[in-house]
């Protein structure tokens, strides 16, 4: 079990609720007591990573979608969509592990959120 931060909400807690949405990842690296634990702030950190990745990638899908008038819309709607549910997928998984304690680092992003939660 990991320990909790003065709030009494356990760190695996924390690194849980920082996937649901971008708000209370940026919200637990700006506010201490929050901001002390590594563990959480890895969490904090991978989840705006995977939420920016997601976003930037349906945002040049769909300027695609909009400029491109050779390919089907279609194949760019699927893309958006298999985009959707993979982040859905992650986020869960992430925060599934987060909640059981453990570090899933994802392949790339995982690295760098480390090294950011360590400074």
Do not use: D
């Not at 009494?8 to 971008?22: D, F, K, P, R, W």
């Not at 939420?51 to 893309?79: E, K």
């Amino acid at each position: 079990m990991s320990e909790t931060v003065q709030t009494g909400i356990s760190e695996n807690s924390l690194g849980a609720v920082s996937y649901l949405t971008l708000i209370p990842a940026i919200f637990f690296l700006a506010i201490a007591p929050y901001n002390r634990s590594a563990f959480v702030r890895f969490h904090a950190w991978q989840s705006i990573i995977v939420g920016a990745i997601a976003f930037l990638l349906n945002f040049v899908f769909s300027s695609l979608m909009q400029s491109t008038s050779f390919v089907s819309p279609r194949i760019f709607l699927t893309l958006s969509a298999l985009i959707g549910v993979t982040y859905v997928v992650v986020i869960i998984f992430c925060a599934v592990r987060a909640l059981n304690g453990k570090l899933s680092k994802l392949p790339l992003i995982g690295a760098w959120a480390e090294r950011q939660a360590n400074r």
